[in-house]
T-cell receptor, first 113, second 115 residues
Framework: NAGVTQTPKFQVLKTGQSMTLQCAQD?????MSWYRQDPGMGLRLIHY???????DQGEVPNGYNVSRSTTEDFPLRLLSAAPSQTSVYFC????????????FGPGTRLTVL | AQTVTQSQPEMSVQEAETVTLSCTYD???????LFWYKQPPSRQMILVIR??????QNATENRFSVNFQKAAKSFSLKISDSQLGDAAMYFC????????????FGKGTKLSVKP
């Protein structure tokens, strides 16, 4: 099992550009989520999904879109990047239910100039 | 809103000694889970220990143990026999509202281990 994979590991964007952060898991987990990590802020939930076709907003959803067409993939889209979106992004997955361990991907470091 | 507070931005411990990292949380739920995650310089988030709120017994995992005080909403992590490899950021987290797996994280404590 590869676990949770994220691509790319690093990305530099210019303000206004769009991009998609990829996340995939091979553990057949129904629950997937995206967090962002900023210095001194811990991790904050952006969006999450409890299964294919079902997504919902977390604490900081503005500026991000998600979709979940398959169980395995949960991409995060930035439609028009802003410097405030400079951060490290983590994808996580788990079996459904909030009592199950979440498995995190290695993270993507995004810089918006 | 649910919150998780880590009041120690940085801590330092001598190798082989014991250190305790503090965490307090605020939740209106009666059933919840608490976690400690370790983030080494590699950036990977690693689950260290998990505590179920309805269990009174404190969780332990080898050199890691917690002191769970439910009434005080306190969840501290004790690391015994500290090793150089324990140097990392440590995050306390709580399950959020609803039936999903959403986590609420504290801001983290950076632990240094001195040889």
């Amino acid at each position: 099992n590869a676990g949770v994979t994220q691509t790319p590991k690093f990305q530099v964007l210019k303000t206004g550009q769009s991009m998609t952060l990829q996340c995939a898991q091979d553990m057949n987990h129904e629950y997937m989520s995206w967090y962002r990590q900023d210095p001194g802020m811990g991790l904050r939930l952006i969006h999450y999904s409890v299964g294919a076709g079902i997504t919902d907003q977390g604490e900081v959803p503005n500026g991000y879109n998600v979709s979940r067409s398959t169980t395995e993939d949960f991409p995060l889209r930035l439609l028009s990047a802003a410097p405030s979106q400079t951060s490290v992004y983590f994808c996580a997955s788990s079996r459904t239910g909030r009592y199950n361990e979440q498995f995190f991907g290695p993270g993507t470091r995004l810089t918006v100039l | 809103a649910q919150t998780v507070t880590q009041s120690q931005p940085e801590m330092s411990v001598q190798e082989a000694e014991t250190v305790t990292l503090s965490c307090t949380y605020d939740t209106s739920e009666s059933d919840y889970y608490l976690f400690w995650y370790k983030q080494p310089p590699s950036r990977q988030m690693i689950l260290v220990i998990r505590q179920e709120a309805y269990k009174q017994q404190n969780a332990t995992e080898n050199r890691f143990s917690v002191n769970f005080q439910k009434a005080a909403k306190s969840f501290s992590l004790k690391i015994s026999d500290s090793q150089l490899g324990d140097a990392a950021m440590y995050f306390c987290a709580s399950t959020g509202g609803g039936s999903q797996g959403n986590l609420i994280f504290g801001k983290g404590t950076k632990l240094s281990v001195k040889p």
